[in-house]
């Protein structure tokens, strides 16, 4: 059971447009919700994170939306580059969650042509 | 600067054989975390530690052992390698408390192949 979501798998966008990454999670009790991005025979490396007690996280391009009611996330990429090729994977941890655990999503595969 | 690193980067091991996994942090987190990569998987925890001495099963442990002799070490061991243990490992270590408690920091990856 996978216990976060992400879609789609694969996305395609041009230069300049913006990405749209979705990512869903069944525990109500996960409370930080970080965005690692992955390049090619790289290791991840955090992006972006929120916590819910807000439902919005800029950083630069990068934005977090994030309904707590419908459990859901998503990452906006404005203006999106070719440098922005990646794969982008959401990921959860619980208030309490022994060791700081993080629980990844199968990650989204972005792709952005100039 | 702080890092995380893993040895080897590649290994090519035979199918039965023992193999070792290495990594190697400096950044005096307490937790560490042993990590596999597959294609349509993502990344899945197979061990993690709160410090030295302590290790614990993640989601996948079957077929795995760790070892966390000191704060900076972290082993991953297959004492009898399968071919379906084939993958992408890394490390990862964190803060166990303070502002970037949650945050993960990865090493480079190892990369095994079980003929």
């Known amino acids: 059971q996978q216990q976060v979501r992400q879609s789609p798998q694969s996305l395609t966008v041009w230069e300049g447009e913006t990405a749209i990454l979705n990512c869903s999670y069944e525990?109500?009790?996960?409370?930080?919700f970080p965005w690692y991005w992955q390049f090619p025979r790289e290791s991840p490396a955090l992006l972006i994170a929120i916590r819910p007690v807000s439902n919005k996280k800029e950083d630069g391009r990068f934005t977090i939306f994030f309904n707590k009611r419908e459990k859901k996330l998503s990452l906006h990429i404005t203006d999106s580059q070719p440098g922005d090729s990646a794969t982008y994977f959401c990921?959860?941890?619980?208030?309490?969650?022994?060791?700081?655990?993080?629980?990844f999503g199968i990650g989204t595969l972005l792709s952005v042509k100039p | 600067e702080a890092a995380v690193t893993q040895s080897p980067r590649n290994k090519v091991a035979v199918t039965g054989g023992k193999v070792t996994l290495s990594c190697n942090q400096t950044n005096n987190h307490n937790n560490m975390y042993w990590y596999r990569q597959d294609t349509g998987h993502g990344l899945r925890l197979i061990h993690y530690s709160y410090g030295a001495g302590s290790t614990e099963k993640g989601d996948i442990p079957d077929g795995y052992k760790a070892s966390r002799p000191s704060q900076e070490n972290f082993s991953l061991i297959l004492e009898l390698a399968t071919p379906s243990q084939t993958s992408v490992y890394f490390c990862?270590?964190?803060?166990?408390?303070?502002?970037?408690?949650?945050?993960?920091?990865f090493g480079p990856g190892t990369r095994l192949l079980v003929l």
């Open positions: 525990d109500s009790t996960f409370d930080y």
């Open positions: 990862a270590s964190g803060d166990a408390l303070g502002v970037n408690q949650d945050t993960q920091y």
């Open positions: 990921a959860a941890s619980g208030r309490g969650s022994s060791g700081n655990k993080l629980i």
